[in-house]
């Protein structure tokens, strides 16, 4: 240690006199000194000043300033020496090295800049302030050939990608083709890692999906999964991963999802739908959730139906009835869930045999899996009244979905099975779907639906509970009384923010149940009257002229 302080001290000298060969001999010191023990070298160089020395003697015409930038990379590897490294102001002249020709001094300096930003956001952002993203990818492109220089811009990149700053950065150079360039020379699997680990934060923005899909990933991406997928290395298995997930999130991308689509006649989507019936279930998943990317609009769902893909999907899923991998099944339900969307596809999906096949999962315990289930037969039966009478009176189905209301845990679970719920009435419009739901115990789920937070569920729950007060009030009416529906409808016909529909809705149903007796007398004692006629001034022409009809209905019966 007393070699050390005597280098620093001559250090000190010798950084004011620019004396070379004085120099470099103390920075060798110094770095023989940080290997020894780098903690106490650190606290030494600190505690003698030597950090604010260091940012003139980062000369690019110095034969001294790689040992110079190692140094401070040493350094750095201390959490504890990261501030006192920005407060002597050896960002700037680190940065400015990154654009010198000598590799070496290339290497130290990004090492440098790489250990006194590391784990600190606020830094890597000013990094990404000062320019250095442009900067590192021509690196890249020109040192390619140079294994340590190249890993160290991959390391870079990795964590730059991780703030959303730099994305519109990377977007504005040729990363995309660089990577794709360097990925494709690799043949080692940790170097395929490390390009993985910066591709993967990079594919999260949508204009660098379609940069990397114009530049030949996906065709890289294929030939990974092509050669891993029947291997059993612990390698392969992680390759085959990596590639299938990553080719997943560049179709969430709409640009990049169409234009490997390419109206359902491309290769791309043609190799991933043999993904499907694969015997790997890493590979059937990333089938089944491409083809939920890949319908994310009308045409490309009607042309999928079409093309006989809903088939492939139920034999995955019956195939995970019993194997019970609730990644595939909640993927596969997800994308039958997506093609049910235009309406020209739900009457051949049922015939299809979806509904039948997706009920088989009503027993499963796997929140997502019951939301996806839900979601997709709620699809299923808009406006399709023969299917919603066949599953409103599944006895089974509806007993599950009144247990789900109260799924108070999931939030979504229960939402969509009050939709659900809901939905087999409004598009049935069956009085035995109804007598179903109100044996069932639903009709409380749908009373309290009516106060939800969002409109749309509001106004389903209104509409379904018309309808049950207008095809069986007589069995609803101990229901509606224990749930307070008059009360309810009276917030909500007083609540100045509910939406007219709101309104409209309270107000038809107000008149359904003045046919009960019990139900007439809660109208009564709660002087509706009031509420309704104060809502005959309101701007909506509809709710004003229902508002007229309500309120002689109301005097009618007073």
């Not at 494709?184 to 390009?195: D, N, R």
């Not at 007083?494 to 007439?520: F, Q, T, W």
Request: proline share 3%; net charge negative.
């Amino acid at each position: 240690m007393d070699n050390l302080s005597e280098a620093l001290e001559k250090l000190k000298l010798a950084s004011t006199d620019s004396a070379t060969d004085s120099v470099e001999s103390c920075l060798d010191c110094l770095l023989k000194a940080l290997a020894n023990n780098n903690t106490e070298a650190s606290v030494k160089i600190q505690e003698m000043g030597v950090l604010p020395l260091l940012p003139n003697l980062l000369n690019p015409q110095s034969s001294c300033t790689p040992k110079v930038a190692n140094v401070i990379a040493e350094v750095a590897k201390n959490e504890f020496m990261r501030s006192p490294c920005v407060e002597a102001g050896l960002i700037p002249p680190l940065i400015q090295l990154l654009n010198s020709t000598d590799q070496e001094l290339l290497l130290q300096t990004g090492r440098a800049l790489g250990n006194i930003c590391y784990d600190s956001h606020s830094l890597q952002a000013q990094l990404i302030n000062m320019g250095v993203i442009p900067t590192l990818v021509t690196l890249l492109g020109i040192h390619s050939h140079n294994t340590a220089l190249t890993e160290m811009c991959l390391i870079a990149f990795g964590n730059l990608a991780e703030l959303e700053s730099s994305k519109e950065q990377f977007a504005s150079t040729n990363i995309a083709e660089e990577l794709v360039h360097l990925f494709q020379k690799q043949t080692e699997h940790e170097k395929k890692e490390m390009i993985f680990e910066v591709l993967a934060p990079l594919a999260e923005n949508d204009v660098i999906k379609l940069q990397l899909v114009e530049a030949g990933l996906v065709e890289c991406l294929l030939e990974v999964v092509a050669h891993t997928v029947d291997g059993e290395r612990e390698e392969d298995i992680a390759q085959l991963k990596t590639a299938s997930d990553l080719m997943v999130l560049l179709l969430l991308g709409d640009e990049s999802m169409q234009k490997l689509f390419e109206g359902g006649k491309g290769s791309v989507f043609q190799r991933v739908l043999s993904w499907i019936p694969s015997h790997n279930h890493q590979l059937q998943l990333a089938g089944a959730l491409a083809i939920a990317n890949f319908a994310r609009n009308d045409g490309n769902c009607i042309h999928m139906v079409d093309t006989g893909i809903v088939q492939k999907l139920l034999e995955l899923l019956d195939r995970h009835v019993e194997e019970g991998n609730v990644t595939v099944q909640h993927a596969a339900l997800s994308a039958l869930r997506n093609l049910a969307i235009p309406v020209v596809n739900k009457s051949k999906m049922l015939s299809a045999g979806v509904a039948d096949v997706v009920l088989k999962f009503l027993q499963s315990e796997m929140p997502p899996v019951q939301f996806k289930l839900l979601g997709t037969l709620r699809m299923l039966i808009d406006t399709q009244a023969e299917a919603a009478d066949q599953l409103g009176t599944n006895v089974k189905l509806v007993e599950r979905l009144v247990e789900w209301c109260e799924a108070k845990d999931h939030a979504g679970v229960m939402g969509e099975s009050n939709r659900l719920l809901s939905a087999l009435i409004r598009h049935s419009k069956s009085k035995e779907v109804v007598r179903t739901v109100i044996q069932g115990g639903g009709v409380k789920h749908l009373v309290t639906m009516a106060t939800s937070e969002h409109m749309i569920m509001q106004n389903e729950a209104l509409v379904a509970l018309g309808l049950i007060a207008a095809l069986d009030l007589v069995a609803a009416e101990k229901d509606f009384v224990g749930a307070n529906l008059v009360s309810v409808l009276h917030k909500l016909l007083s609540d100045e923010r509910s939406a007219p529909e709101i309104k409209y809705n309270s107000m038809i149903l107000i008149c359904a149940v003045m046919g009960s007796e019990p139900l007439h007398k809660e109208v009564q004692s709660l002087a509706f009257i009031d509420v309704v006629s104060k809502l005959r001034a309101h701007e909506n022409k509809t709710v004003s002229h229902q508002a007229s009809l309500t309120e002689q209905r109301l005097t009618a019966q007073s």
